[in-house]
């Protein structure tokens, strides 16, 4: 080292939180001559040779060395606890196109800004958000994202005085390359349970929205940059219809985690039976008894079937497989603790319909079953408790189509089947229990689900889902100190229905995107909710319009198998991290602290000996 080197810092927290762990444990303290070097971590504390260098300021220069080391070592520490990282709200990507002669078309942005009302199920201090591009095929760029507090789930109306700008790896405008995703930042903002929090994002050039989410939140997209604006003009609510049935279009967003302390998640995977309010009202039965450390994810997909991906128009809105999407959208969901499956019945119906009979590829009961020990073996291998919901009644279902008619007719060879699977579901020592859902059934004819509980034969009114989710056994989410609530006591109070007439309907819940209402403007005698069905019709799309893409009912599903990856499970919590942490933030003050008396005082020596001379 030569006389009047500057000391210098290089900064070691934009290294990966492995690689600062890296630095601590490889650090050495290498004594040379009259300079002191914080080797491995490039931080060195340097002090000139002379005849003033001291054993005192030796010890000075080590002192320092430790103090950054430790404080690498803790604020490391504390970076890589990804464990605290919940998962409170989140939607299933599908590929949102419509595919002809292997051409893809799909909607578009341009100039355009997204305002996305969502509800988190679990509270917590800091939040961040994951964008996907999962089925594009080019770059997507964002211009521009922040987070606020949104006035309510009925408007895209913000609180302004509370928005926060989000970043990607530091930059505001930023792109996501095809078939990738991106984090935003983590930022400190406290977040309570089913309360609404709007994102919003401005996209300036046009780009294709390949990857969509169908259920769990509302966006609303305007022209123009309006990232700060009140509330978006001239918006208008982006949805699919399907069926005659409104499901809310959600671009790019796909996940939303919080830090939170001492909390897990759970989530439900499954078909257009899961594709609605249920796991939005098993939050409200959480929240409502007190419980808000218990994140609830939706990741079923209407259409969705257990073992293969469809064929078709438009089949890509039905998702893949969910075999193959399990990994993906089950197992890597932060924090996740328990998996609630609800699938299968669409392996047994589509290739028993008319419009997929000779497409969609058939599937026996074993086959079945094994999908289910696929789900088992992987949720176990990663520490995750799996529970199985029945294949319920669909007699009376008839998948009408608006261009065909009956698409299908229930028959006892097609039920018994679906009994044959219920069975096993019932029976097998393998899932970590299921949820019996004969309730639901119609006394006269148990083939049959209850007037009160069904729109079409096979999905669930409202009453329906309310039913379900207070048939899940309450030990099956968690172990609580206190019985919960349960949800019909929480919506109707003291006035429970019997179930026995149509009762006056519920409040509609919270994120609510399967609406049990027929479309008066259908010309079908039949409400029909069927989320796998689509009519032919489809519109053009003007920049930073909306297109509301009318599917063709008769198509099935077909995208290629997503790539299955293993997963990190994390609900523990250290309160030592969050002590490292605290002290870390101390040693790194006190070490700014030394540095500046250290230049100040070398400074000061340099200046003395030049004035000897």
């Keep these: 080292m030569q006389n009047g080197a500057s000391p210098y810092f290089t900064p070691f927290f934009g290294r990966s939180a492995a690689a600062r762990k890296n630095i601590f444990l490889k650090g050495i303290i290498i004594l040379h001559s009259d300079d002191i070097i914080c080797s491995r971590y490039r931080c060195r504390a340097i002090i000139s040779e002379g005849d003033y260098m001291t054993k005192l300021k030796r010890a000075f220069a080590a002192v320092l060395c430790i103090i950054l080391m430790l404080s690498a070592f803790s604020v490391g520490a504390y970076a890589a606890d990804d464990s605290r990282w919940v998962g409170a709200w989140s939607t299933t990507p599908v590929e949102a196109v419509v595919e002809s002669n292997g051409v893809k078309l799909s909607d578009f942005l341009m100039n355009s800004t997204v305002r996305i009302i969502l509800k988190p199920t679990i509270s917590g201090t800091r939040v961040r958000f994951k964008i996907s591009n999962r089925f594009g095929n080019t770059a997507i760029k964002i211009n521009g994202i922040n987070v606020a507090r949104a006035v ?51 996209v300036s050039a046009y780009q294709q929205m390949r990857t969509e989410g169908f259920v769990g939140a509302k966006a609303y997209i305007t022209t123009g940059n309006k990232l700060t604006e009140k509330t978006l003009s001239n918006s208008v609510l982006a949805k699919n219809e399907i069926s005659g049935l409104a499901y809310n279009t959600i671009p790019y967003l796909i996940n939303m985690d919080v830090w939170a302390s001492d909390a897990s998640s759970i989530v439900f995977i499954g078909d257009s039976t899961l594709a609605n309010d249920i796991p939005v009202l098993v939050a409200q039965k959480l929240v409502g008894s007190g419980v808000k450390n218990i994140g609830v994810l939706q990741q079923a997909v209407a259409g969705n079937r257990l073992l293969y991906d469809g064929v078709g128009l438009i089949g890509n809105i039905y998702g893949p497989a969910t075999v193959d999407r399990f990994a993906d959208d089950a197992i890597k969901q932060k924090g996740v603790s328990k998996i609630f499956v609800k699938v299968g019945v669409n392996d047994i119906l589509h290739p028993r319909t008319k419009s997929m009979k000779g497409k969609a590829p058939e599937a026996s009961v074993e086959d079945i079953i094994n999908g289910y020990k696929k789900l088992i073996h992987d949720a176990h291998k990663n520490g995750i408790q799996i529970y199985f919901f029945e294949i319920t009644p669909w007699k009376g279902y008839t998948r ?16 018994s089947v679906c ?20 309730v639901l059934r119609d006394e006269s004819d148990i083939f049959k689900l209850k007037d009160i509980f069904t729109i079409d034969g096979a999905h669930f009114a409202t009453e329906g889902q309310i039913e379900a989710v207070d048939a899940i056994p309450e030990k099956f989410l968690g172990d609580f100190k206190e019985a919960l609530t349960p949800l019909k006591t929480l919506i109707y109070g003291n006035n429970i229905p019997s179930w026995g007439e149509k009762t006056e309907k519920p409040e509609t819940p919270a994120n609510s995107l399967t609406p ?76 700014l602290t030394a540095g500046v008396i250290a230049a100040v005082f070398i400074a000061s020596k340099k200046r003395g000996k030049k004035t000897v001379k």
Excluded: C
Aim: charged fraction near 25%.
């Design 516 to 591: 049990a209402v027929k479309d008066e403007t259908k010309p079908s005698e039949k409400p029909s909710q069927n989320a796998e069905e689509t009519s032919e019709e489809d519109t053009t799309q003007s920049a930073g319009e909306v297109i509301n893409i009318n599917h063709n009912p008769g198509a099935a599903d077909g995208i290629s198998n997503m790539q299955v990856g293993t997963a990190v499970k994390g609900n523990s919590n250290s309160s030592l991290k969050t002590l490292l942490f605290v002290i870390s933030g101390i040693l790194l003050l006190l070490a």
């Design 419 to 438: 009994d044959e699977v219920n069975e096993w579901i019932r029976t097998n020592k393998e899932s970590d229990g299921y949820i019996d859902l004969s």
């Design 400 to 415: 009408e189509l608006l261009t065909s008619g009956v698409d299908l007719t229930w028959d006892e060879e097609a039920q």
């Design 152 to 202: 309510g789930e009925d408007s895209n109306e913000i609180l302004t005085e509370t928005i926060i700008p989000l970043k990607v790896r530091g930059a505001e405008s930023f792109s996501v390359a095809a078939g990738e995703y991106a984090y935003t930042d983590p930022v400190d903002m406290k977040v309570e349970a089913l309360d609404a929090i709007a994102v919003t994002y401005y």
